[in-house]
C-alpha cells in the first residue's frame, strides 16, 4: 500500500515536470520542413504527388512521404535529402517520372489564341500576356514544370531544352 | 638587406629556363591573319564592332567593352576583314565559337595615338579611364582588367607590388621583358605608384634571372623612379602566385575569401607595368606582348615580341618549325597551362608561353593508382590545404565537405599533382568539383526566385480572393439595404 | 549484520585523487562503449555523421548525468529508507525516462534538425544500456552523490567521445574504396574493434 501511494506521488511529480517542460519548450512553426524545402527545386509541378514543393517538404518533415519522390531534383537532390536527414540515399521512385534535362517552356505565337489559361496555370508567373494578347514565356523564370501543357487549348506550348 | 618571409609547402622544379632565354629575343614579323575570339569573362559571347569586308588600322577597336570587367579588344595590324568565322578557342573547354578573323595586307598603317609622359598632371580616375579604354588586362596569365584592379575602393592601399618572379618552369617572357625593356617597367611601376597614391613599390624578380636584376638595378640608377625596391625571390614554385608572392614579400596572408587590396597590396605582372606605361605614355593600346615559345618539339626555342591574334603555327614557324620529337601543343606553361587541339589557334592577350612539348617532355603515360594516404600533397600544397580530403570527397561528390576543407581556395598549381607518388591528377578532380559546386550554387538561386515567385503568386491570389469576398459582401450589403422599407411610409 | 553497517565496509571519505581517478577510469581506462561494450545501438546507428555524433553525444551527456544523479537521489532517499530496493529497477528506468522526455523537447526547441536526425535514437536513449548500467553499478559501488554525478559524467564523456572519433573515422571510411562485401556496416563493425583493441591499451593506467 505504501508503495503503491509512494510510486503514485513520484510519478505525478515527474509528470508535472514534464507538463510544464511541454509548455515551456513549445516549438512554433516547422523549422524542419524550412530545411527541406530549401533543398527542394521549387519547380511546383506536382510530380511528387503533393500540391507543391512545401507540402511534399513538410510530408517529409512528418515522416509521411520519402525523400525519393521529387524527379526534378534528380539523384543529386535525393542524395541531398538523405545528407541532411542522415538517411539512406536511395534511386528515384521510378512511377513517378524520371529525370529530365532543364528544359524551358515556349509558346508557338503562330498558333496562341490569347486565352489565358497557360497564364493561370504557371505556379511562378512566368508567362507574360493578357486576354487575346500574345503570350510568351519568361525564360528565365520557367522552371520547367510542365504544368502549363495541358490547359492549353491548341496545344501550342513546347518544352525545349537550353 | 630586403627579409623575406616563407611560405608553406611549394616544390622545386627543374627550370629549363636556359632554352628559351638564352637565344636572342626577336620580333615576330606580321602574321598573315589575326584571329580574335568573341569570347567574354563571364563566358557569354561578346559582340563585334567590325563587319565583313571592312578595313580595320592598328590600334582600332574590334570589340567594344562592356563594361568594366570587359575591356576593348584591338586590332594589332591593319587589314581586312575577312568575317565572323566558326573557328576552335583557346580555351581548354576546347570550343568552338564566333573569331573575327582578319587578313592582313602587310601595310601595319596605324590609327591616331595620343599619349602623354606627364601623366602626374591627370587624375587617377581619368588615367583608370585610359587603361580601360586601352584594352589592359593582367598578362600574368589570369587576364583580369587592370582597371577594374586598380581601384579597390573602398580599401586603403600602401604596397604596390611588381611580380616578376616567373617561377613556373620553361617560361621566359618576363626574364626578357625585364633584360630588354626595364625603363618600361620602372617607368609603368612609377606610373602606377601615381594612380593608387603609395610611395613604396617592391618589385620581384626570380633569383634565378640574374641578368635581369642586373638590367634593373642599372636602369633603376639611371633614371628617376622613386622608392622602387628590386627583390630577388627564392626559385621556388609557386612563388610567383600572387597569394604566395604577398606572403614572401609582406608576410601578410591574404585571408580565405579576400582580395589583396583587403590587406593594402596589389599585385601586378611586370608584363602589365609595361603596358600601361606605353598605353598613357605613348597612346599605343595592347596590341602586342612577348611570348616564349619552347619545348623540344620546335627547333629554335626563343621568346617573341608578337601581335596578339597572330596564329600560333605562324609564331612556331618564325621558330625554325616543329623538330621531329613534337607530341602536344600546350598554351601556358608545363603546371597551369592546357593543351591545344590544333595550331592555327591565336594567341590570346593571356598568353605567356607556347610550350611546344616533344616525346616524353611534359607528358608521361603514367596510370593513375590508388591512394595510398601518404600525405605528400599536403605538405607540398602552398596554400596549406588538404588535397587528400579533397580528392576524397571530390570522388564522392560531399559538396559541403569539400566547401568545409576550403575548395574554394585552391590555386590549381599543380604542386600536389606532380608529388603524387600514384599519379593521381588531382588538379582535374579539383577544377571539375569546383564547377559541380558553382552549378550547385547557381541551381540555388534559381530555385530560391521561384519559391519567392509562387509564394508572391499564392499570396495575390489570396489577397484577390479575400477582395473578392469584401466586394461581394459590401454589395449584398448595399442591395439589401436598398430594398429596406423606409421608415416611416408605413404600410402599403 | 548488513554490509552498511559492518565496519569491515567502512566507507573511506573519498578524496580528489578519487574523483580524478574515476573520471579517468570511466573516459579512458573502462570506456563504457569500447571496453564495457554497452551503448552499441546508439554508437552504430547514429555515427555516420560527426555533427550528428557530436548532438547524440551531447544529449547523452545531459541525459546520463543527470540520471545517474537522480536515480542516486531516488535510492537514497526514497527507496532504501521505505524498504522498496525490489522496485529499483522500475523505478531507475522511469527516472531516466523522464529525463529523456524532457531532453526530447529541449532538443525539439534547440535544434529540430537535430531531433528528425537522430529520429528514433533519441528516445531509444532511454533503453541504453550504459545509461541503466551507469544507475545501478552507482548503487554497487557505493558511490556518494559527487562520485554518482562524476561516475555517469565520465561515462557520458567517454560514450561521447569515442562516438565523435568513430563518427569522424567512419565518415572517410565511408568515401575510401571499400570492397562491395565490406561496405556499410561490415567496414564499420570491424573498425569498431579495431578502435577497441586500441582502447584496451589503456588498461593499466588506472590501476585496480
Not at chain 2, 261 to 278: D, L, M, P, R, Y
Not at chain 2, 416 to 421: K, N
Request: hydrophobic residues 45%.
Amino acid at each position: 500500500m505504501l508503495t503503491f501511494v509512494v510510486l503514485c506521488v513520484v510519478f505525478a511529480f515527474f509528470g508535472l515536470i514534464l507538463g510544464y517542460a511541454s509548455i515551456r519548450f513549445k516549438v512554433d512553426g516547422d523549422p524542419l520542413a524550412d530545411k527541406i524545402d530549401a533543398l527542394l527545386p521549387q519547380t511546383q509541378c506536382g510530380q511528387c504527388l503533393y500540391p507543391g514543393c512545401r507540402p511534399y517538404a513538410e510530408a517529409i518533415a512528418n515522416g509521411k512521404a520519402d525523400i525519393n519522390q521529387c524527379p526534378p531534383g534528380g539523384e543529386e537532390g535525393v542524395k541531398a535529402l538523405a545528407d541532411l536527414l542522415g538517411l539512406e540515399a536511395k534511386p528515384l521512385d521510378p512511377e513517378l517520372g524520371s529525370e529530365k534535362p532543364h528544359r524551358v517552356a515556349v509558346i508557338d505565337e503562330k498558333k496562341c489564341i490569347g486565352c489565358t489559361l497557360c497564364i493561370q496555370a504557371c505556379p511562378v508567373d512566368a508567362i507574360l500576356g493578357a486576354q487575346k494578347l500574345m503570350h510568351t514565356v519568361i525564360a528565365s523564370e520557367c522552371t520547367g514544370c510542365d504544368l502549363c501543357l495541358p490547359p492549353c487549348p491548341v496545344d501550342c506550348i513546347m518544352m525545349e531544352a537550353l | 638587406m630586403f627579409g623575406l618571409w616563407n611560405f608553406d609547402g611549394g616544390i622545386h622544379l627543374p627550370t629549363h629556363k636556359a632554352e628559351s632565354s638564352l637565344a636572342p629575343m626577336q620580333v615576330a614579323e606580321l602574321p598573315k591573319e589575326l584571329i580574335y575570339p568573341l569570347m567574354m569573362r563571364n563566358g557569354e559571347k561578346a559582340k563585334p564592332l567590325v563587319s565583313t569586308g571592312e578595313q580595320v588600322r592598328r590600334g582600332q577597336s574590334v570589340v567594344g567593352a562592356d563594361g568594366w570587367m570587359n575591356p576593348p579588344l584591338h586590332a594589332a595590324t591593319s587589314g581586312k576583314v575577312r568575317g565572323i568565322e566558326q573557328r576552335l578557342w583557346p580555351h581548354p573547354s576546347g570550343l568552338v565559337g564566333d573569331c573575327i578573323v582578319i587578313d592582313v595586307d602587310g601595310d601595319d598603317e596605324s590609327v591616331e595615338f595620343q599619349g602623354t609622359a606627364n601623366y602626374a598632371s591627370i587624375q587617377p580616375g581619368e588615367l583608370l579611364d585610359k587603361i580601360h579604354a586601352a584594352g589592359i588586362v593582367g598578362l600574368g596569365g589570369a587576364a583580369f582588367p587592370t582597371a577594374v584592379k586598380l581601384n579597390p575602393q573602398p580599401y586603403a592601399i600602401d604596397t604596390l607590388l611588381l611580380n616578376g618572379a616567373e617561377c613556373e618552369p620553361y617560361i621566359t617572357c618576363d626574364d626578357s621583358l625585364l633584360r630588354h625593356f626595364p625603363h618600361e617597367v620602372l617607368g609603368g611601376a612609377k606610373l602606377l605608384m601615381h594612380i593608387l597614391g603609395v610611395n613604396r613599390c617592391l618589385l620581384a624578380v626570380g633569383e634565378d634571372m640574374p641578368d635581369a636584376i642586373i638590367v634593373l638595378e642599372k636602369a633603376q640608377s639611371e633614371g628617376e623612379y622613386g622608392n622602387i625596391h628590386i627583390i630577388p625571390v627564392p626559385a621556388i614554385y609557386p612563388t610567383g602566385g600572387e597569394k604566395q608572392l604577398i606572403k614572401v614579400l609582406t608576410g601578410r596572408e591574404v585571408p580565405a575569401h579576400g582580395i589583396p587590396a583587403g590587406i593594402g597590396v596589389i599585385c601586378q605582372n611586370v608584363a602589365t607595368a609595361a603596358a600601361i606605361h606605353k598605353a598613357i605614355t605613348t597612346g599605343e593600346p595592347l596590341i602586342s606582348r612577348i611570348v616564349t615559345i619552347t619545348g623540344r618539339g620546335v627547333l629554335h626555342p626563343q621568346n617573341l615580341l608578337a601581335r596578339i591574334g597572330t596564329p600560333i603555327a605562324e609564331l612556331v614557324e618564325h621558330c625554325g618549325g616543329y623538330t621531329d620529337s613534337v607530341q602536344r601543343l600546350i598554351m601556358g606553361g608545363p603546371m597551369m597551362g592546357f593543351a591545344l587541339p590544333a595550331d592555327d589557334l591565336p594567341i590570346t592577350k593571356a598568353t605567356n608561353c607556347i610550350l611546344v612539348a616533344g616525346q616524353g617532355e611534359v607528358i608521361h603515360d603514367k596510370q593513375a593508382m590508388p591512394c595510398i594516404r601518404c600525405g605528400a600533397c599536403a605538405t607540398a600544397c602552398p596554400v596549406s590545404l588538404l588535397p587528400q580530403q579533397l580528392y576524397w570527397h571530390a570522388r564522392a561528390d560531399k559538396l559541403d565537405r569539400l566547401m568545409e576543407y576550403h575548395l574554394p581556395d585552391c590555386i590549381e598549381c599543380g604542386c600536389c599533382d606532380i608529388v603524387c607518388p600514384s599519379h593521381i591528377p588531382l588538379v582535374q578532380y579539383f577544377r571539375s568539383a569546383k564547377s559541380k559546386v558553382a552549378a550547385k550554387e547557381r541551381e540555388r538561386l534559381k530555385a530560391d526566385n521561384a519559391r519567392l515567385r509562387y509564394e508572391a503568386r499564392q499570396a495575390r491570389k489570396e489577397r484577390e480572393k479575400l477582395e473578392k469576398a469584401e466586394s461581394a459582401r459590401r454589395k449584398k450589403e448595399s442591395l439589401a439595404r436598398a430594398t429596406e422599407i423606409p421608415k416611416g411610409m408605413g404600410k402599403v | 549484520m548488513t554490509p552498511r553497517h559492518d565496519r569491515r565496509f567502512q566507507y573511506c571519505h573519498p578524496s580528489m585523487k578519487d574523483y580524478l581517478l574515476i573520471l579517468v577510469g570511466t573516459i579512458l581506462v573502462n570506456n563504457f562503449v569500447m571496453v564495457k561494450f554497452l551503448g552499441l545501438c546508439p554508437f552504430m546507428g547514429v555515427s555516420r555523421k560527426v555533427e550528428t555524433a557530436l548532438g547524440m553525444g551531447l544529449a547523452t551527456i545531459f541525459v546520463l548525468t543527470l540520471s545517474s544523479v537522480s536515480s542516486y537521489l531516488v535510492e537514497t532517499h526514497l527507496l532504501v529508507p521505505l524498504g522498496l530496493e525490489y522496485l529499483r529497477i522500475i523505478s531507475f528506468i522511469v527516472v531516466i525516462a523522464v529525463i529523456v522526455q524532457f531532453t526530447e523537447m529541449l532538443v525539439y526547441k534547440t535544434s529540430p534538425l537535430l531531433y528528425q536526425v537522430l529520429g528514433i535514437f533519441l528516445p531509444l536513449i532511454t533503453t541504453n544500456c550504459a545509461v541503466l548500467g551507469v544507475a545501478l553499478l552507482n548503487v554497487q559501488a557505493r558511490h556518494g552523490l559527487i562520485e554518482s554525478f562524476l561516475y555517469g559524467f565520465g561515462a557520458a564523456v567517454g560514450f561521447a567521445l569515442v562516438l565523435v572519433l568513430f563518427a569522424a573515422v567512419r565518415e572517410r571510411v565511408d568515401v575510401a574504396d571499400i570492397p562491395t562485401p565490406f561496405k556499410g556496416n561490415a567496414i564499420a563493425l570491424i573498425t569498431a574493434g579495431l578502435i577497441s583493441m586500441a582502447f584496451m591499451g589503456f588498461s593499466g593506467l588506472v590501476k585496480g
